[in-house]
T-cell receptor
Framework: SAVISQKPSRDICQRGTSLTIQCQVDSQVTMMFWYRQQPGQSLTLIATANQGSEATYESGFVIDKFPISRPNLTFSTLTVSNMSPEDSSIYLC????????????FGQGTRLTVV | AQKITQTQPGMFVQEKEAVTLDCTYDTSDQSYGLFWYKQPSSGEMIFLIYQGSYDEQNATEGRYSLNFQKARKSANLVISASQLGDSAMYFCAMRGPSGGSYIPTFGRGTSLIVHP
């Protein structure tokens, strides 16, 4: 199983600022995903982070708002840019070893509050 | 496209009793995986149990078991001997090759409250 360290665990930010969330995995993984979970809601996929190429974004999410980096097979960052109170959510990093892997693992999550 | 449906927004159970959390799914994939996660108030997602679509036996992990009925496309989670620490949100998810992406799809979740 993969152990994922996600930082920060929580933050309170001023509107208009940006926050970068880090996701570090203890082993090389093929697939990394970033999710957003708004209060009382389920998880919504933001993007799939691809090593060595640009992230693939889901409908409703754009690179200018949520830039993602994936410099190697063990690390990724998600930046929430120009934040507004509507960005207050839990952001989760998830990894999977490959297409046929049986499990998907999650980081501890980042609880973001924008004031 | 894949879809997960959890029809129970909230469930209550008495400590030490068993509880079943419902999950139905829809997919055109032949090969897929079904997952259950627990999310306590801290926000982290804790992997509980996995069932592969070709697994003939129901998955079990300690007090958790997955009641997999493939023909009915259901994958209910059974928690035996509930404990106060089981109070949390529970999410059902699936993962398959749909569209080549293998991206996990999540249900809306069920809030479980265990009473002493």
């Amino acid at each position: 199983s993969a152990v994922i360290s996600q930082k920060p665990s929580r933050d309170i930010c001023q509107r208009g600022t940006s926050l970068t969330i880090q996701c570090q995995v203890d082993s090389q993984v093929t697939m990394m995903f970033w999710y957003r979970q708004q209060p009382g809601q389920s998880l919504t996929l933001i993007a799939t982070a691809n090593q060595g190429s640009e992230a693939t974004y889901e409908s409703g999410f754009v690179i200018d708002k949520f830039p993602i980096s994936r410099p190697n097979l063990t690390f990724s960052t998600l930046t929430v840019s120009n934040m507004s109170p509507e960005d207050s959510s839990i952001y989760l990093c998830s990894v999977a070893q490959g297409a046929g892997s049986t499990e998907a693992f999650f980081g501890q999550g980042t609880r973001l509050t924008v004031v | 496209a894949q879809k997960i449906t959890q029809t129970q927004p909230g469930m209550f159970v008495q400590e030490k009793e068993a509880v079943t959390l419902d999950c139905t799914y829809d997919t055109s994939d032949q090969s897929y995986g079904l997952f259950w996660y627990k999310q306590p108030s801290s926000g982290e997602m804790i992997f509980l149990i996995y069932q592969g679509s070709y697994d003939e036996q129901n998955a079990t992990e300690g007090r958790y078991s997955l009641n997999f009925q493939k023909a009915r496309k259901s994958a209910n989670l059974v928690i035996s001997a509930s404990q106060l620490g089981d109070s949390a949100m529970y999410f059902c998810a699936m993962r398959g090759p749909s569209g080549g992406s293998y991206i996990p799809t999540f249900g809306r979740g069920t809030s479980l409250i265990v009473h002493p």
